[in-house]
């Protein structure tokens, strides 16, 4: 009786293995989703001056014109017209996007992505004379 419970567990936990490691991420994986070519929609720029918004734009693009290629090996690459501008490594840190360029400088943007689309998000700050400056983006994109 003891050897056929034993049977009994080693055959659920052979099952329960065969079963996790048959199992795929989720397609839903915001790092999974993140892989691919991302057409340049638009351009949201916010201009504050100590805290005071001052100007606000949006650039908007034409399918092509900029395109962020996204590989799973952790490089990407940004074409300007069909032309690489940039190329870089990136990682995922919850929903950070950290960006490294050739010359080390990392970029840091939040991101939200679905199967259809990814979005941008980050700000540049400074201080001159005494004054805040910021600068806000956000970067709207559609999978190819």
């Known amino acids: ?80 017209k069909g032309v690489i501008s940039d190329a870089f490594y990136w990682t995922v840190d919850g929903e950070l996007l950290l960006m490294t360029g050739n010359s080390g400088i990392v970029q840091t943007a939040q991101f939200s992505v679905s199967k259809t689309d990814l979005t941008l998000q980050w700000a540049v700050q400074e201080t001159s004379d005494g004054h805040l400056i910021r600068s806000d983006y956000r970067s709207i994109y559609k999978k190819q």
Do not use: H
Not at 40 to 63: F, I
């Open 1 to 80: 009786m003891m050897i056929n419970m034993f049977s009994k567990f080693i055959f659920v936990i052979t099952v329960i293995a065969l079963f996790v490691s048959g199992c795929k991420k989720e397609p839903d994986d915001a790092t999974i989703l993140l892989i691919g070519r991302w057409n340049q929609v638009s351009l949201e720029t916010v201009n504050y001056y100590d805290n005071v918004k001052q100007s606000e734009t949006t650039k908007t693009y034409n399918e092509g014109d900029i395109v962020l290629e996204i590989m799973d090996d952790g490089t990407a690459n940004k074409y300007v």
